[in-house]
């Protein structure tokens, strides 16, 4: 079939928004009409070129809602109709990493998804031409049609909004998941969370969930103060209006009666930037203080601190796509929204047609939106 989607041509360039080929689906694959996706900063990161995994021409885009239109052989577990979330995090429920059931990180396709392929090697996007493009993340959902593995689904209700719940497809589990899966936070807990863009606010509203008890704000950018608040935010740190240095500030802040010495018991890095992660680190409580990396760094860069911050206690940790189990967990965050228990409309502040899709990318470099969604 026919069609169209927004093709990353090369590193650094805008996407190209044009009519392509797409095979369907074969054993074990789905078709999917792609009704919504969000823009997450992940597809600005490797458009850019700084992913060490980009590849181009790609359909970028893994944050996607829509509705199965075929099936391939063998497919058992959704139908024509159904709604789903495509998942950059498939969940096999057979690997060897499924099977441990200590990770959500199923190995089963990563291979193949890496290079921009499905599972048996080859890609189902071509141009108009006949050249291979791409899939990326195992997703390209700025595709209005699409081809996943059926593991790489999770079929949601039907009466949920896909111009909202697309959201669910990566930064709300993330930012949620980081604190109930991964830091496991405890009510009553202090927590810092550094940039406060798409994964940074659903931190802070998974922290609110879990009954922290203090939840600062960091953010070079003034104006992602009010949101914050609004989802649970209790202190906004700007680091560039501080006189003092922001580790020894941030430990001081969170000093609680009785204690001498001060620090968060979790934080997290939603920014990307390694000197802010070691920044994170260190002004993570000594003895227990856990920090935790979300934000994905440019090829080449390393993290840094002095081993006695481990020695004493600090524990570093990170996640991808917030600990969750895809096929399991997401349909549940669906319910979530659905029933009010997390929030995520004010979070999409720009809702954009695919032919303006890199207004979405000027927007996040402006700094002037949360999430924009593409709707198709
Ligand atoms: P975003 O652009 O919406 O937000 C980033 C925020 O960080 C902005 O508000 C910005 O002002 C702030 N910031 C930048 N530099 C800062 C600094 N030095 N100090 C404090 N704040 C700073 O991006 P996003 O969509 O929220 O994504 C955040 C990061 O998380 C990205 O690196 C993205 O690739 C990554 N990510 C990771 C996962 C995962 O599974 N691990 C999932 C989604 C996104
Ligand atoms: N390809 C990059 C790393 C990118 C990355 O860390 N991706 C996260 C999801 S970000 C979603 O917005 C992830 O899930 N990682 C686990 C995995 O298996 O990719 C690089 O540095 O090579
Ligand atoms: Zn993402």
New binding site residues.
Partial sequence: MRTKAAVATQAGKPLGVMEVNLDGPKAGEVLVEVKATGI???DE??LSGA????LFPAILG?EGAGVVMEVGAGVTSVKPGDHVIPL??PECRECYSCTSQKTN?CTSI?ATQ?QGVMPDGTSRFTTLDGDPILHY?GCSTFSNHTVLPEIALAKVREDAPFDKICYIG?GVT?GIGAVINTAKVEIGSTAVVFGLGGIGLNVIQGLRLAGADMIIGVDINPSKKEMAERFGMTHFVNPKELDEDIVPYLVNLTKRRGDLIGGADYTFDCTGNVSVMRQALECAHRGWGESIIIG??P?GAEIATRPFQLVTGRVWKGT??GGARGRTDVPKIVDWYMDGKIEIDPMITHTLSLDDINKGFDLMHAGESIRSVVTY
Avoid: I, K, S
């Fill in positions: 997450c900063h992940t990161f490797t992913d060490p995994e980009g893994h950059y995090t990180l990563r890496g993340m990566c993330t994905v760094a090829a991808a796509f």
